[in-house]
């Protein structure tokens, strides 16, 4: 209880405070809405000057610029490798195995960003993008056999 609330007590350092972690995020976010900004302006441009540009390409812009900053936040927090370094006593099996959690995820993270700017961009599944999703679930399967143990090991180790 104490090391969760420490943030919020008088005498923390501002880097590690609850507002400074706000404020790095909502400016990130106000970045990307800059940016989506100066795309829009750069359509206005085209559109006067005769050309045809993609329609709506400033909202197609900030929604895959916010989705890919939510991933990489998701992935910076990694809940699954948190619980495994206080889960498991022994050192050497611990950097194991945080390093194989950090790596699924990672997978897993980069799979749902994927599917999600293809959602975005709306492309077409043709063969070779149907047999990519058939594979990653067979990929899927396999893992999850493959890691079946480990996660038992895992929440064994946490009910201790």
Known sequence: ????????????????????????????????????????????????????SVPDISNIASKLMYSTLIAFKVRNYRIGSRFLDRAIKVK??????????????????FGILATVWIDIL???????????FALSGAGTLTLTFATQDIAKKALGGLAL
């Open 1 to 52: 209880y104490d090391k969760f609330f420490y943030r919020f007590r008088k005498g923390v350092v501002y880097e590690k405070s609850i507002t400074y972690q706000v404020q790095a995020i909502l400016s990130e976010a106000a970045r990307i809405g800059l940016v989506a900004y100066l795309f829009d302006i750069i359509d206005m441009w085209l559109e006067v000057a005769g050309f045809k």
């Open 92 to 109: 050497r099996n611990k950097k194991n195995m945080v390093s194989i959690v950090d790596k699924v995820s990672d997978f897993f993270i």
């Open 122 to 132: 709306n492309i077409k599944p043709g063969a070779g993008l149907s047999s990519i």
